[in-house]
Every structure is written in C-alpha cells, then in structure tokens.
C-alpha cells in the first residue's frame, strides 16, 4: 500500500509534523500506558504516577522542538 500526504506550507506545519513524529508520539503513549499500569499494580502514589508522566511528555515535546 502506498499513501501520498499533502501539507500546504507554513499553514500545516504542525500537521506535517506531527505525521512525521507520529510513531514516537505513539510510543509515548504506550510507555505511559504501561507505567500507569506497572505503578497501580505496586499501590503506587498517584503523584509519582502523574510525575512520571509528566516526565515521559516532557520527554516527547522535547524532541518535538515544543519544550
């Protein structure tokens, strides 16, 4: 299958971008996913629950040139 995407340029900047980063943004969320379950399943403090989130955003955004 092959699939051709069309972005007018500046207008869909972020759109282009965020096709391109899609698969990490997708990988992001399955890593928060996962470390919301892990840390649930030990009684975890939902602080560190959220910082650790938090942390995995910040994470993404960053090599997403947003942070």
């Not at 092959?2 to 965020?18: I, M, T």
């Not at 969320?29 to 919301?36: N, P």
């Amino acid at each position: 299958m092959k699939a051709v995407l069309e972005f007018s340029y500046p207008d869909d900047e972020r759109k282009l971008l965020y096709a391109l980063k899609g698969q990490e943004m997708y990988v992001a969320l399955a890593e928060i996913r996962m470390q919301i379950t892990e840390e649930f399943r030990h009684n975890a403090d939902p602080i560190s629950v959220l910082m650790r989130v938090r942390n995995i955003t910040d994470d993404i955004f960053r090599e997403l040139g947003d942070a």
